[in-house]
């Protein structure tokens, strides 16, 4: 059965609903992962591989970011980690014929998830303009057409350099490298879109925008608090650490305005408790908070820390923080009415969680993206600190600040500086080490990189990986904005949007997945990533490369580099390409942190960068301490009869990319366009369960955006929350409404209206 694409699209959507599951994982997620694995890759190609992923010999798991322990079982995945194992190892092809046979427009009319089932791509491709259909191109060719388009330029900050989270620090490094040369820091990532704003409130009040916790702290604390996340679907692996500290006597607070199974109860499936018995319950607390009620909800927890006796660490509070006056004289202030309001829970629900706060001599927070994309996303994640900093829970074991990053080395990429906003630091280590000036104006985000290309003042876009048009907000502006480019180029595995929403001219240049051996003129090569906690380790592909003509990112970047940039360049593009260990040589003389790069990383399982405030209480910031925030308490305010949206991930999807047609354990089959709605807001619209409904955002400006046709579903979602999938949804959200400071787009807080349809609109996903 391998290597069938499915057939028939539009993709026939017609959701079939039953009760959401409580408990996550089990025997039959790993039927599941057995069933996609050996569907995409046959059956002895799935058995090698997947006992490959995440093991110290093997490769990184191209799923999420979250760590491996040092004592490894066997099988160190999970259901959805097999999922984009399968997802990338597939024996699928995308060649030259399948591109003959489909014109561009016609693409443009089909799923996103068809396009993805289609395989992998295996040669470089062009799109001329005006052509109808993309045709092949040798590399030497598309190096020239990229070379082309960039010389006429006005400037280089007239060109984009997108990344998505899956590169390599190798291939992110001489990527940014690139840029930079070239004359531009317009490096704008998926990271603008995930967890910016994370970074910006760290930054500030911590003095570094990573997590302070490792995996072992987890384990050792007495409670931990899980806000706006949902691992049982997108970090199935951090179940596996819930339930060993549960098992060690740690408490859980879950604040969601879902149930979600995973965090109600984990079957382990490598123990036989999780196989045959009833798992292991999760959650101690549940708090269904409201969409956007976080800092009213953590502001509320810190006044009630301040006017209990006792309750503070006042020695950690004098030593290592500044502002602690101006924030307890705001938190003073905070009133139940409003808190409830903006929260939507029972006072004696905070009350409970304040018990367990204070039972607990060890706290650690873990978010995602229910706190980072919201208008007030910065601020809600600086009240996480306040409160952390109010009982010295930074910097000791078992205590601290956890985002739980998404893509597989997204931090990575950030370390090895890819970002817009570079720091004068980084550019003079870079300038010294490669004898060039690279420009110090800041570039362009993703939300300023589409305006730009809107406005005509970008006009060619290079994406390292990831669906741009997809991923981002405001689908048909977005949409429009790059098919204003002079010319698109996506480095890429898979076949995506991307590909056939296309400026004037476009390539398609195919590259080698995480699964692959990598082979260069110096040997057999590895790639590095950094974990969400700041470990960084080495990563091999075993697996013959899916077609001949791939390049390996790293290689791609280095001919781009020798063909735009010629002889100008001092920086050796040619030895870097043949042997990956002399570009590590000069990230460990640029990047604090990775001295002795190569030696360290040859060591089983890698090493961990260094974390000021977690390895030493010190805090890099402006102050040189701990910033407790006073901001200014916020929360969405709704206008009478309409819902607040919140834009998320099915279990059977990677970001863009779909697997299927299910979210299991949510209950809902065969189909993407639903939305999840309150039984009694559904009601209050006369909507039953099975009616179908158009979502209509409404914005200041007066301008209305539609998604027609979602099957409504009730479900025990919190008053006023509806939730539905991204990327179908993306069309609602306006590309200015975004968080302050981070510009990250607010996909988790999109006021809609709801208009009964006849019924299912279109079958099309995205
Ligand atoms: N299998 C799989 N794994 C993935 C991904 C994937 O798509 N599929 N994506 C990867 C990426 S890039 C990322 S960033 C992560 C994403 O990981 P998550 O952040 O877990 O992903 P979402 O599906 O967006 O889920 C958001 C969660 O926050 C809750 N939430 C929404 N708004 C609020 C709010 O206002 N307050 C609170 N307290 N909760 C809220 C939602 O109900 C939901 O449970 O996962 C990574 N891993
Ligand atoms: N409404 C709404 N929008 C959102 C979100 C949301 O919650 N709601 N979440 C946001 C978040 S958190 C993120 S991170 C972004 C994700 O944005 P992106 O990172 O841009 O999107 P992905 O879907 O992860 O990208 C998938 C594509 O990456 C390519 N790919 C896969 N592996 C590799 C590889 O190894 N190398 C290369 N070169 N290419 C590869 C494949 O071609 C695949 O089609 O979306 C954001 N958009
Ligand atoms: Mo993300």
Redesign the pocket.
């Known amino acids: 059965m391998a290597g069938k694409p499915p057939t028939g699209d539009p993709v026939q959507d017609a959701p079939e609903v039953t009760a959401p599951q409580h408990a996550a994982a089990g025997l039959p997620a790993i039927a599941h992962t057995l069933r996609v694995a050996t569907d995409q890759m046959g059956l002895r190609r799935t058995a090698l591989t997947l006992l490959k992923v995440n093991q110290k010999d093997g490769f990184d798991c ?1 799923g999420c970011a979250w760590p491996e322990p040092d004592k490894r079982h066997a099988a160190e995945f999970c259901e959805n980690g097999a999922k984009a194992v399968a997802e ?1 190892a597939t024996l699928r092809r995308v060649a030259p014929a399948f591109f003959a046979a489909h014109p561009v427009a016609e693409l443009a009319t089909r799923s996103g998830y068809w396009l ?1 089932q289609q395989g992998r791509l295996t040669h470089p491709m062009y799109l001329a303009e005006g052509a109808t259909h993309y045709e092949p191109v040798t590399w030497e060719r598309a190096f020239d057409i990229i070379a082309e388009e960039l010389a006429p330029l006005d400037s280089p900050d007239e060109a984009v350099f997108y990344t ?4 390599s620090n190798e291939a992110a490094f001489l990527y940014q490298l690139f840029a930079r040369e070239y004359g531009t820091n317009n490096l704008p990532d ?1 990271s603008n ?2 967890h910016e704003s994370s970074g910006s409130a760290l930054s500030e009040t911590i003095g570094i925008g990573k997590g302070s916790v490792l995996l072992d702290d987890l384990h050792r604390a007495d409670l931990i608090i899980v806000a706006g996340q949902n691992p049982g679907t997108n970090h199935p692996r951090m179940l596996s650490a819930l339930e060993t500290a549960k098992r060690g006597g740690t408490k859980i607070i879950t604040v969601n305005p879902l149930p979600e199974a995973g965090l109600e109860r984990f079957n382990n499936p490598q123990n036989a408790r999780g196989l045959a018995g009833r798992g292991t319950p999760l959650t101690d607390l549940f708090l269904q908070i409201r969409l956007g009620g976080d800092q009213a909800l953590f502001r509320m927890l810190g006044k009630l820390l301040l006017d209990t006796e006792g309750a503070l660490d006042t020695a950690f509070i004098e030593e290592h923080t500044h502002g602690f006056q101006e924030y307890a004289d705001a938190a003073r202030t905070t009133d139940w009415e409003e808190t409830l309001a903006a929260t939507g829970l029972r006072r004696e629900e905070i009350e409970r969680a304040l018990r367990m706060i204070l039972a607990s001599r060890r706290t650690i927070v873990c978010w995602a ?1 229910g706190l980072t ?1 919201h208008k007030h996303a910065v601020n809600t994640i600086k009240e996480v600190v306040n409160l952390l900093l109010l009982r010295g829970d930074i910097g000791r074991p078992g205590a601290g600040v956890c985002p739980v990053r ?2 597989s080395n997204v931090q990575g990429d950030r370390t090895m500086g890819i970002f817009e906003r570079p720091a004068p630091a980084f550019l003079d280590a870079l300038e010294k080490e490669f004898g060039f000036a690279p420009p110090r104006h800041h570039g362009l985000d993703v939300v300023r990189a589409i305006r730009a290309l809107r406005d005509g003042d970008a006009k060619v876009f290079f994406a ?5 048009v997809a ?1 981002t ?1 405001d689908t048909d502006v977005t949409e429009a904005a790059i098919r204003r480019a002079r010319l698109t180029v996506h ?4 076949l ?1 949007r991307s590909h056939v929403i296309t400026g004037a001219r476009a390539l398609i240049l195919p ?1 080698l ?2 699964t692959e051996r990598d082979r260069q003129a110096g040997g057999e090569q590895f790639v590095t990533v950094e974990d969400s906690m700041g470990m960084v380790h080495a990563s091999r592909g075993r697996l013959a490369p899916a077609s001949e003509h791939l390049l390996s ?1 790293p290689a791609i970047v280095c001919r781009l580099a020798r063909r735009v940039l010629g002889p100008a360049s001092s920086t050796p593009w040619e030895e870097f390409e043949k042997d990956y260990a002399t570009i590590r040589d000069r990230i460990a003389r640029v990047i604090p942190g990775f001295e002795d790069f190569n030696t360290r990383v040859a060591r089983p399982g890698g090493f961990t960068l260094p974390h000021a405030p977690r390895d030493a209480r010190r805090f890099p910031t402006a102050t040189g301490k701990a910033n407790f925030s006073a901001t200014p308490v916020e929360h969405p305010h709704l206008p009478e009869g309409r819902l607040l949206l919140q ?2 991930r099915s279990h059977d999807q ?4 779909i697997y299927g047609l299910d979210d299991r354990y949510r209950g809902i089959k065969n189909g993407r366009r639903v939305v999840l709605l309150h039984p009694d807001d559904a009601r209050a619209h006369g909507l039953a369960d099975g009616a179908y409904a158009d979502l209509v955002s409404e914005w200041t400006d007066g301008t209305e955006r539609r998604a027609p046709g979602f099957r409504v579903v009730h479900y025990p979602t919190a008053r006023g929350c509806a939730a539905a999938y ?2 179908e ?2 069309v609602l ?1 306006p590309l200015d409404h975004t968080a302050d400071t981070s510009n990250t ?1 607010a ?1 988790k807080s999109v006021v809609i209206r709801l208009e009964p349809a006849a019924a299912a609109a279109g079958t099309e996903g995205s």
């Open positions: 191209p990338e993805g998505s989270g899956r590169t998926c879109m995930c993206m994309q998404g893509h390292m990986g990831g669906n741009f991923a907000p480095v890429s595995t898979k995506n590259t997945g995480r990112e834009t998320l990677y970001n863009t990319t991204y990327p949804t993306n959200v787009p996909s």
